[in-house]
């Protein structure tokens, strides 16, 4: 079964230092991935996604994201973190048809001034 | 151009009653998915509808059913409710050549 794993339930960075979020799936093609932010009580922004061509993907806010087939990952990075990025981060695989999302259990992710 | 919109924000039901949520697809968007998002939890996946039609479903009980309208404004209808419903439930929209779906700020339901 296709599944999204984000094995960091929280992470604690200072302000200013890069960040890493990781992200596997599980899925038998090529997957349509995601990455989304959900700051308190509110709905999920787009950061980034990839759908094929360029492994290395810009999104907004300074994110970047890596797709590493060999791997099974989808790693979220941005080099310089500010504390208005403490938020939960969810990672995300479409499935062809249907589009329906399946969603990893987030990483909260908390910033030290 | 007007995003994703569910009324109403929040609201708390007793178990065994029906509630109601709804959604206003973003302009240009005729595809809504509908999302349970327990507290702690990432989104699952409940149905998503096109031109008025069910276009998939997870792994829901029927109590969980939904509409969607002419104008792709969408409602979630649950029924004999429980406990366990309470939850932040998205609504989505995306139109079909796009996969991306864009979010609406939610509806928190407790159950009491």
């Known amino acids: 079964a296709q599944s999204v794993t984000q094995p960091d339930i929280h992470i604690t960075v200072s302000e200013g230092a890069s960040l890493e979020l990781r992200c596997n799936y599980s899925y038998g093609a090529t997957p349509y991935l995601f990455w989304y932010v959900q700051s308190p009580g509110q709905g999920l922004q787009l950061l980034l996604k990839?759908?094929?061509?360029?492994?290395l993907v810009q999104g907004i806010k300074g994110f970047e994201a890596e797709f590493k087939r060999s791997q099974s990952s989808f790693n979220l990075r941005k080099p310089s973190v500010h504390w208005s990025d403490a938020a939960e981060y969810f990672c995300a695989v479409a499935l062809s048809g249907t589009y329906k999302y399946i969603f990893g259990t987030g990483t909260r992710l908390k910033v030290l001034a | 151009e007007t995003g994703v919109t569910q009324s109403p924000t929040h609201l708390i039901k007793t178990r065994g009653q029906q509630v109601t949520l709804r959604c206003s697809s973003q302009?240009?968007?005729?595809?809504v998915s509908w999302y349970q998002q327990a507290l702690g939890q990432g989104p699952q996946f409940i149905f998503q509808?096109?031109?008025?039609?069910?276009?998939g479903r997870g792994n829901f009980p029927p109590r969980f059913s939904g509409l969607q309208f002419p104008n792709y404004s969408s409602e979630l209808n649950v029924n004999a409710l429980e406990l366990d419903d309470s939850a932040l439930y998205l609504c989505a929209s995306s139109s079909p050549e796009q996969v991306t779906q864009y979010f609406g700020p939610g509806t928190r339901l407790t159950v009491l």
């Open positions: 990839y759908f094929s061509g360029d492994t």
């Open positions: 509808y096109y031109r008025e039609e069910e276009n």
């Open positions: 302009s240009g968007h005729n595809t």
